[in-house]
């Protein structure tokens, strides 16, 4: 381990020891919903309370956003470095032209909140950059979790998961299906590194406090990671509407993701990570400018990169029929894809030849398609593996396989006699 890596492990380290020992996890109860109701009917209602699915949940699922220091901000300050611009009333990334904002999904019982909300940042910004609308493009928090450096289910930074996405990138959820656990990164498969999405960079948009106007002008541009603080009426009883604060002591800091504003009421529109079936469908509602609840504070913005490749392989599969060797493989979903080409080894990968010409590419974002390719040059007693290579419309390649088989018998060739008569016996 190298002495970077070594210090901010140690640093990641004291953070999530300091900030874990100065929490205490209460519970939800029939007692505190009553009050909370009370004070929300003193506040005029501004949003409902129930008992929310997350009282099922460890309530060390909210704190995992660990806030960075200021020495953390280095040159990555973007705060001033916006033009004016003349921005809607109300805004929301997913209703736009269309919906260019990925699926809620759910970080369960790990505070790997971090990780989500730069995931889902990432996601979303290359959706934009590339035309891609209505694209679930599903890239594998696990990663991030096992291999980033960021953090662990017990807390982490957003900026670091964003720093790691600069430099390596996660890869399609396939790769490393999230677990919500600290698997080893080792764990992850084996050509992540042909798969992964990068970005170009990130920087602050705000830092220790909340700058509506700054936050409006990035949330324009890309949907933007920022940090929230929870207390227990957030996280036992939301259910909806524009959130304030009520009642109930701090339980600790969660990242989130906002997707759009409203003037009129004051409220962004935020992007959680607690699953579809939390509040308005894994969304909230929180009025801005609140002096006892911190939001909008250390928020980020990305530049996403400027390639995608992304196939979602369900099969690649080799199997000799005959003389033959018949190929087929099956994607789930092509994002960018021009198509396919197969080489393939006998000699456990010391050379390699391309043995198809180019597929023509037939399936979609939304949709993948099924795939077959006939090898006939394939020489018996000989084990041939074979790999696909995708190829995007920018020339970006990634590889995958290998597929294996053996062929055992020779190609029969028939020759015609007499005037076209096939010679049979």
């Known amino acids: 381990m190298n002495r970077f890596a070594l210090l901010r492990l140690v640093i990641l380290t004291i953070a999530v020891t300091s900030f874990a020992s100065t929490i205490v996890f209460g519970e939800a109860s029939e007692e505190d919903l009553a009050k909370v109701r009370a004070k929300l009917e003193e506040m005029g209602n501004p949003w409902t309370a129930n008992m ?25 300050l ?13 805004f929301d990334w997913r209703d736009n032209g269309g919906n260019w904002v990925t699926p809620v999904r759910s970080q369960g019982s790990c505070g790997s909140c971090w990780d989500f909300a730069a995931t889902a940042a990432v996601e979303s910004g290359t959706i934009i950059k590339h035309n891609r609308e209505g694209c679930d493009y599903n890239l594998s928090e696990q990663h991030i979790l096992s291999c980033s ?38 764990d992850t498969c084996s050509d992540w590194s042909s798969r992964a ?15 509506v106007n700054l936050i409006k002008q990035a949330v324009h541009q890309y949907p933007v990671a920022t940090h929230l603080d929870v207390y227990e009426d957030f996280y036992y009883y939301y259910d909806g509407g524009i959130y304030e604060y009520a009642y109930g002591d701090y339980l600790g800091g969660h990242a989130v993701v906002i997707v759009g504003w ?16 939390w509040a308005e469908s894994g969304y909230f509602r929180i009025r801005w400018g609140q002096t006892c609840v911190k939001f909008g504070t250390w928020t980020l913005e990305i530049e996403p990169g400027d390639t995608l490749t992304y196939i979602d392989l369900n099969s690649f599969d080799a199997e000799a029929q005959g003389s033959d060797i018949i190929l087929a493989w099956e994607t789930g979903a092509e994002i960018d894809n021009a198509g396919f080409v197969i080489y393939r080894t006998a000699d456990s990968g010391q050379s390699y030849e391309m043995v198809s ?27 041939y593996c074979y790999y696909l290579v995708d190829v995007d419309t920018a020339g970006k390649w990634a590889a995958h396989g ?24």
Not at 365 to 374: H, M
């Open 357 to 383: 010409g180019f597929i023509q590419a037939e399936g979609t974002p939304g949709s993948g398609d099924s795939y077959t390719f006939v090898d006939e040059d394939a020489s018996p007693g000989v084990t």
């Open 52 to 76: 929310s699915p997350m009282v099922d949940l460890p309530g060390e699922v909210v704190c995992g956003d660990l806030e960075p220091d200021e020495s953390a901000i280095g040159p990555n």
């Open 197 to 211: 999405q990068k970005i170009e960079s990130w920087s602050w948009v705000t830092t220790t406090s909340e700058d």
């Open 262 to 277: 409203d003037d009129d009421e004051k409220y962004w529109i935020v992007k959680n990570s607690w699953g579809a079936g």
């Open 402 to 425: 290998p597929a294996c088989a053996r062929v055992e018998f020779e190609r029969l060739n028939l020759r015609p006699v007499n005037a076209g008569v096939v010679a049979m016996r």
């Open 149 to 186: 450096g960021a953090g662990s289910c017990s807390g982490g930074y957003t900026y670091l998961a964003l720093s790691y996405y600069i430099a390596a990138g996660s890869p399609d959820e396939d790769c490393f299906p999230y677990a919500a656990s600290d698997l080893p990164c080792a």
């Open 78 to 90: 973007n705060q001033g470095g916006y033009r004016p611009m003349d921005l809607p009333a109300h």
